[in-house]
């Protein structure tokens, strides 16, 4: 008999955490918009509640009886199944927003007098927390550039011996500068003792789940706003967190209580968007190689943010080789001015839309100084190595030839 060939993502996403004749044979998941769900007996009821509750460990084989739709629900638990594909993680939890998931899973994480180390720059929501709200609850939260090397991050992770977290946004947005995955490990694991693990969290929205495992290279948790590449196309807010089964367990109880969970038609939105993740951000990346190579000899641009060119430098281009393989959809780049010049190519897109966010199959650009980043004080963009002359592209699904057309025209405006 031949040997069975071990089904790859692109073909898990579409069996797993289904079972059609659950659902009168249906190929496709309905729809299952309820708040609540009937207990076949009573004490079905008390057994599901323990678990919710982490009162007991699950039993070989149970499957628990769905309870209410805040804590779990057939939509979100087929979504949640399937999605770990990629990243090849134990378990997932979906949520209500990207915010959603990373503040849930800190406040699932962190207590009073642990310090967390993060990558700046950071997604401005992220920022905010570890800025501002984190503190308040007793948390010292402690930025790092984000391209420190190991020895760098040693002596800051020494410096505060209560670190409980390495909290890394990975390419860096919008400088796309990537974090060393495994030197965070390593000084995660040094500083570690058998009764307290120093965690190591990941955001991977910028190139995961197609181009980026952290997973595989050393993560605790891997973070996702699924507003993005896994939606797809820009018409829903979702988030995920995937680790192994016990730390996803606990948030997952952190979700029911704080209510940051998703609803059922928004899971059934982004199961539809699976089976084109791979597709779309292959065609995205390759979209944007084109505008990249137009943006890197175009007489108007001071300088290309990509993960993995050479002008990234040569320690970039060892991580992205090392970490990534691909570079994605989002690139960033200068124009010869500052703000003004910079707003005449963004006021003259035609076929690109003026807009934040990223990851949907339509091209959309916008100026991270004034726009995404516009909570941090100058000085902190200075430092975190971006300028008022930036822009930021997340290039989609048009015709690349249409795109640089659109570009080289708004580009004369400088
Ligand atoms: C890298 C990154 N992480 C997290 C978030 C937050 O996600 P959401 O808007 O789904 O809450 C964003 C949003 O833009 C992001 O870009």
Redo the contacts with the bound molecule.
């Keep these: 008999m031949s040997e069975r060939r071990t089904p790859s993502p692109q073909t898990l996403i579409f069996e797993k955490g289904y079972d059609p004749q659950r659902s009168e044979g249906a190929a496709v998941p309905p729809v299952f918009r309820t708040s609540t769900f009937i207990f076949k007996k009573a004490m079905d009821g008390k057994r599901a509640f323990e678990l919710a509750y982490g009162l007991r460990p699950r039993e070989q084989g149970e499957s628990p009886a769905l309870i209410y739709t805040r804590v779990n629900n057939p939509n979100s638990e087929i979504l949640e199944d399937r999605v770990t594909a990629w990243d090849g993680a134990e378990a997932a939890a979906l949520f209500s ?4 998931a ?1 503040s849930s899973t800190c406040l699932t994480l962190l207590r009073p007098g642990d310090t967390i180390l993060f990558s700046d720059p950071i ?1 401005g ?2 920022e905010y927390l570890f800025r501002k709200l984190l503190p308040e609850f007793g948390i010292q939260t402690v930025p790092f550039p984000s391209g420190a090397d190991e020895v760098a991050l040693a002596a800051l992770a020494a410096a505060h011996t209560s670190t409980r977290m390495i909290f890394i ?1 990975s390419p860096a ?1 919008p400088t796309m500068e990537l974090c060393d995955m495994p030197a965070a490990r390593r000084v995660a694991d040094r500083l570690s003792t058998p009764e307290r693990r120093v965690l190591v969290l990941i ?1 991977n ?2 190139l995961g789940p197609i181009f980026s495992q952290p997973l595989r290279h050393g993560a605790d948790v891997v973070l996702y ?4 590449f896994f939606g797809g196309h820009s018409d829903l ?3 995920l967190a995937m680790g192994s089964a016990s730390i996803i367990s606990a948030v997952r109880a952190t979700r029911t209580i704080l209510g940051s969970m998703s609803d059922p038609d928004t899971a059934w939105l982004i199961h539809r968007s699976l089976g084109t993740l791979q597709l779309r951000m292959e065609k995205q990346q390759a979209n944007t190689v084109r505008l990249v190579e137009l943006l890197r000899t175009h007489p108007k641009v001071k300088r290309v943010y990509y993960p993995g060119l050479p002008e990234m430098g040569a320690r970039q281009v060892a991580l992205w080789k090392q970490q990534c393989t691909g570079a994605g959809s989002l690139v960033s780049f200068d124009v010869r001015g500052g703000e003004a010049e910079a707003y005449r190519v963004l006021d003259a897109v035609r076929h690109m839309r003026l807009a ?3 990851g949907g199959i339509e091209t959309l650009v916008e100026h991270p100084w004034s726009m ?1 980043h516009a909570d941090m004080t100058p000085e902190q963009k200075l430092q975190a190595g971006f300028s008022q002359s930036m822009i930021r592209l997340s290039v989609g699904l048009e015709d690349p030839a249409d795109l640089a057309d659109d570009l080289e025209q708004a580009l004369q405006k400088v």
């Design positions: 927003s990207g915010m959603g990373i997604y929501g992220t946004e947005n955001d929205t910028f706003s699924a507003t993005k807010v979702a988030g934040v966010s990223l995404t």
